[in-house]
């Protein structure tokens, strides 16, 4: 798969968040969600579609290709792992684990996360 920026790796997220049952989004529904401009979220869709994980028509709606959606899971997988850590480990409030959880799902590994998921999952076993 591609290397993404933490941006591009956001526009994957949202396209996700917004795609309820894989359905298309709308550029608009993008800047709403993520607070940008539409020429951000239009820059930023040429290069997820360069990269091959959206499909755009111009000025059309937006879908996720089979390996943008499968990046994107991992991303979104990622962002919801840490954020239940932050609040059901370290007991912090959901704003502040949700703002965090953004910024920290783009440093860690695969290989980070999976070591991750396998310790939360225990932990909150017990």
């Known amino acids: ?3 993404l920026t933490q941006s591009n790796e956001d526009y994957l997220e949202a396209i996700l968040e917004l ?8 550029s608009v529904d993008i800047a709403d969600h993520l607070k940008v401009s539409r020429a951000s979220v239009h820059k930023a869709v040429q290069l997820l579609q360069e990269a091959g994980l959206v499909d755009h028509a111009y000025y059309g709606q937006i ?8 990046r994107a899971k991992e991303i979104l997988q990622r962002h919801v792992m840490l954020r239940r850590f ?3 480990v ?3 409030d959901e704003a502040t684990a949700d703002q965090d959880a953004c910024r920290m ?9 999976d070591h991750w998921l396998a310790w939360l999952e225990r932990f909150l076993e017990s």
């Open 1 to 3: 798969m591609p290397d």
């Open 19 to 26: 795609s309820h049952n894989e359905e298309p989004v709308r």
């Open 63 to 70: 879908n996720l290709t089979d390996v943008g959606h499968r």
């Open 86 to 88: 932050l609040t059901d």
């Open 90 to 92: 370290l007991e912090l």
């Open 105 to 113: 799902e783009h440093a860690i590994s695969i290989k980070t996360r």
